[in-house]
């Protein structure tokens, strides 16, 4: 894991960041609907699994702006990470519970992909909270509720003033006017993110 630490009085937001981190507190979220109709053909065409397609596409688009990789470090100093891995959820139908696994990033889709399916296979059945131990920080959250179709989802976190990292959340795609859209949330800390 790499972290750069970012100059706050060569930081451009150095004013938004100091306010919306201190003085106003906040997240907001957004929920937007994607149209997957040709991905979703993709991947049944190349027998792909539609989760770990979705959590390349997101882990990828973080991994190509910096705000979105941002974070304190453990003495609160502002920076980023130079790239960030994927934590996500995995249901256990059989208790009706859910594990949080990480899968390393790689920007080759073939190599993610083969990275997610050995997670699987070896954390997949595991019950705990968390199954697949992480000693780095640069973890971004995708949560899945795919039962669910929502036109907007927001996380309260009374205790995370400082927790800067977007958290995501995917609902159940439907189709409409021809097309098949997913609902996505994505919960971003204003300090960072405008």
Same mark, same amino acid.
């Given at each position: 894991?790499? *972290?750069?630490? =970012?100059?706050?009085?060569?930081?451009?937001?150095?004013? !938004?960041?100091?306010?919306?981190?201190?003085?106003?507190?906040?997240?907001?979220?957004?929920?937007?609907?994607?149209?997957?109709?040709?991905?979703?053909? &993709?991947?049944? /065409?190349?027998?792909?699994?539609?989760?770990?397609?979705?959590?390349?596409?997101?882990?990828?688009?973080?991994?190509? !702006?910096?705000?979105?990789?941002?974070?304190?470090? /453990?003495?609160?100093? &502002?920076?980023?990470?130079?790239?960030?891995?994927?934590?996500?959820?995995?249901?256990?139908?059989?208790?009706?519970? *859910?594990?949080?696994?990480?899968?390393?990033?790689?920007?080759?889709?073939?190599? *993610?992909?083969?990275?997610?399916?050995?997670?699987?296979?070896?954390?997949?059945?595991?019950?705990?909270?968390?199954?697949?131990?992480?000693?780095?920080?640069? &973890?971004?959250? =995708?949560?899945?509720?795919?039962?669910?179709?929502?036109?907007?989802?927001?996380?309260?976190?009374?205790?995370?003033?400082?927790?800067?990292?977007?958290?995501?959340?995917?609902?159940? *795609?439907?189709?409409?006017?021809?097309?098949? &859209?997913?609902?996505?949330?994505?919960?971003? !800390?204003?300090?960072?993110?405008?």
């Amino acid at each position: 894991m790499s *972290f750069k630490i =970012i100059d706050l009085e060569k930081y451009d937001r150095k004013e !938004h960041f100091i306010h919306y981190l201190n003085n106003v507190p906040c997240s907001y979220s957004m929920t937007v609907n994607i149209d997957i109709t040709d991905l979703l053909k &993709l991947t049944k /065409e190349r027998n792909y699994k539609l989760y770990p397609v979705i959590l390349y596409a997101i882990t990828k688009v973080v991994n190509n !702006h910096i705000e979105f990789r941002m974070s304190l470090d /453990e003495n609160d100093n &502002l920076g980023y990470y130079i790239n960030v891995n994927t934590s996500y959820t995995i249901f256990h139908k059989d208790n009706n519970t *859910f594990s949080n696994i990480w899968t390393k990033y790689d920007s080759s889709f073939e190599k *993610f992909y083969n990275n997610y399916e050995k997670d699987i296979q070896e954390y997949g059945n595991e019950k705990g909270f968390i199954t697949k131990k992480c000693e780095e920080n640069n &973890l971004i959250n =995708i949560s899945s509720i795919p039962w669910v179709t929502f036109t907007e989802f927001n996380l309260n976190l009374p205790r995370g003033e400082k927790y800067l990292l977007p958290i995501f959340t995917v609902g159940k *795609f439907y189709e409409q006017s021809n097309k098949i &859209l997913l609902p996505l949330a994505v919960q971003v !800390h204003h300090a960072v993110c405008d």
